[in-house]
């Protein structure tokens, strides 16, 4: 979570929502890298996440990433829930809690409404995450 | 729709799962077209309606789609439909339901469960698109 968070700071200073997301391999081995670029790539679809899971599928060769982790600062939303399931995932760690836009403990729910989907452990390093957030959304308004 | 379903039937020759999608702008322009890739880029979020949303994107220069329609040729997935919803999407419109995997009338039903969304139409050309996917499937059983 300590590089999900360092990723989530990048974004920050590049005025992209402080998201930052890790997948790791089975064995541990860090697969793929990635924060929020929404702004800079004009993609709506850009969440930390979603970029994570593609570089991961692309360096592994297969769209499944079975057995494979996900650690984000966030909890996902629901489309980044959906593609979590979709790539198989293993186990769901995030930090900060989404109780607006969430979409795995909060809103639609959207791996919980199926019979399968990853372990999730929520919560860890969620002080840390919700700051860069709160700092960030306050520099916003400021 | 038939630009969707002759961009399904072009996946299915490909080995991919026959959905097709097209954005198009608020002046009646298609903006982006796309079909399945998931096997073919080795990414698990490579929808048809991901692949259309993040083009159009690219191609408007924001991830903001203000009034642009999504036409699909099956029911969003839970990742697509919360995609939809991110990209501000005006009206959805799809073919085939999918009661087992869609997330906009079945299962999360991502967009109802927030208060705003699109304006969502189902139905348009599904016998076509239900069909194609039947045929899919039926060759990888047989």
Redesign the interface.
Known sequence: MRLALALARRAARRGEVPVGAVVVAPDGRVLALAHNR??T??????HAE?LA??AA??R??????VGCDLWTTLEP???????V????IRRLYFAAADPKGG?VEH????LA??GHGPEVYGGIGESEAAGLLRAFFAGLRG
Chains 1, 2 share one sequence.
């Open positions: 929404v702004e790539d004009r993609d709506p679809t850009a979603i899971l593609r599928g692309a592994l060769g297969t769209p499944r990433l939303c629901p489309m980044c829930a959906g593609a399931g979709l790539a198989r979409g809103g639609p729910r959207v409404s199926r």
